[in-house]
């Protein structure tokens, strides 16, 4: 065979801050099937995405069920194989190699907390990329094999594929960062939380998880968000409150993109306290009001809603 000569349609540049945003319903979407097998059951319809786009790929983060899809296009030029056959199968594979290569350059620049990505993570020693990376590449599902979807003028062939990687569950990225997130949460040491004194009088009615409504503060979703009294800079909820299954399966928090969609997703139950933020801080901490984190807390130390995760945070 004559060595191969590909030609790439696209030069693959993902980073976070080209993304373009869609919290909207024209957003919403089936969750993947292979995201539903590895999660063991449906998960419902998605509430909130990334969208990453270049000429001819899209990279989707799906913060609401935790997972990342990137799909690549490549073309071979028929000239240099023997065969349409073989001009189509190398077409194939270039295309999973593409979207593989734009999927691992999309968790490199994924935000873990404000301020915080993989890369400058990796660049700042809490974690080492040249160790994650080949982990993170052994749990990348090929979603859809590479396949032609059509020609070029000069009659190459098109092809398309698709991988997908878990930010949740089994084998995810939140999996191998864990350790990470809880020790050097905002690029430092992460201290102990410290909350305000609970309420003289306890809240009676049993609380089933919190819905902190920050929609229209321009805060963006995160791995690892965190929710700060206002006023002292405490840490009301972060990663220290969650336990390591919980963090990992589930992620710290959900994101809503209304009111309502929040109130009727499973995770914060059917009693939960409802805040509003005061504003929000590098994107994606959520300062909340000392008369809040008095319930808040109070409310946690009698029903321990904070350690399970139950905690969702409305965006728009």
Known sequence: MKRMKQKLLI????????????????????????VKQQR??????DVLVDRIHTANTTV?????????????????????????????????????TTAREALAMQVKGITIAAGNNVE?????GHISW?????????????????HIVGYEADNSPVAAARVGYLINGPNSLANYLFDAVKKHHSGAPFSPPVAPEPLATPIAEKVTGLIVDASGLGG????????????I????????????????????????????????L??????????????????????????????????DVKDNFLREGRVVIVLN
């Open 11 to 34: 030069t693959v540049v993902v980073m976070v801050a080209t993304a373009t945003w869609f919290s909207t319903a024209s957003s919403q979407c089936d969750t993947p099937d292979w």
């Open 40 to 45: 063991g059951s449906a998960v419902g319809p």
């Open 60 to 96: 989707l983060i799906n913060w609401r069920h935790g997972y990342i899809e990137a799909e690549g296009r490549a073309t071979a030029n028929p000239a240099e194989y023997e065969t349409i056959a073989q001009c189509k199968l190398m077409a194939e594979r270039s295309a999973v």
């Open 120 to 124: 400058n993570m990796s660049a700042k």
């Open 130 to 146: 040249d160790r994650l990376e080949p982990t993170v590449m052994k749990g990348v599902l090929i979603v859809e094999p590479g």
């Open 220 to 231: 963006r979703p995160c791995m690892s968000p965190r929710i700060i009294v206002e006023g």
């Open 233 to 264: 800079g405490k840490i009301l909820y972060g990663p220290a409150h969650v336990s390591r299954e919980e963090a990992i399966i589930n992620g710290f928090v959900s994101y809503a993109n209304s009111l309502a969609n929040a109130m009727n």
């Open 266 to 299: 499973d995770r914060a139950g059917t009693k939960p306290l409802v805040v509003k933020a005061v504003k929000v801080q590098n994107q994606n901490d959520y300062v909340i009001a000392k008369t809040d984190s008095t319930r808040i807390f109070a409310a």
